[in-house]
């Protein structure tokens, strides 16, 4: 089982990345899938959540509005949209899959905004 996030970087307040999460060694299209993400010094913090077909979407009051979450279940690929970015979203970013009693973290993906 591997969750493989990218499209981390540098960017100014203001401006936008998209973040990928690639999925393998599962049933990709079963499972819930979510951003988490974890700024030095704070608890990892819940961003956005897709259902597994992708017809319901859930966003932390911090990025809503902002991010945007959406799923390729034929590639088995979970992104985040992240526009209109501010330096408190500085955070290492990491993907989640969860179906049941079963779960599974990337090893993440560092977001640094500077002001």
């Known amino acids: 089982v591997q969750l493989v996030e990218s499209g981390g970087g540098l960017v100014q307040a203001g401006g936008s990345l998209r973040l990928s999460c690639a999925a393998s060694g599962f049933t990709f299209s079963s499972y819930v899938m979510r951003w988490y993400r974890q700024a030095p010094g704070k608890e990892r913090e819940w961003v956005a959540t897709?259902?597994?077909?992708?017809?319901?979407?859930r966003y932390g009051n911090s990025v809503k509005g902002r991010f945007t979450i959406s799923r390729d279940n034929a590639k088995n690929m979970v992104y985040l949209q992240m526009n209109s970015l501010k330096p408190e979203d500085t955070a290492v970013y990491y993907c989640?899959?969860?179906?049941?009693?079963?779960?599974?973290w990337g090893q993440g993906t560092q977001v640094v905004v500077s002001s």
């Open positions: 897709i259902t597994s077909t992708g017809g319901w979407t």
């Open positions: 989640h899959a969860e179906s049941g009693n079963y779960d599974y």
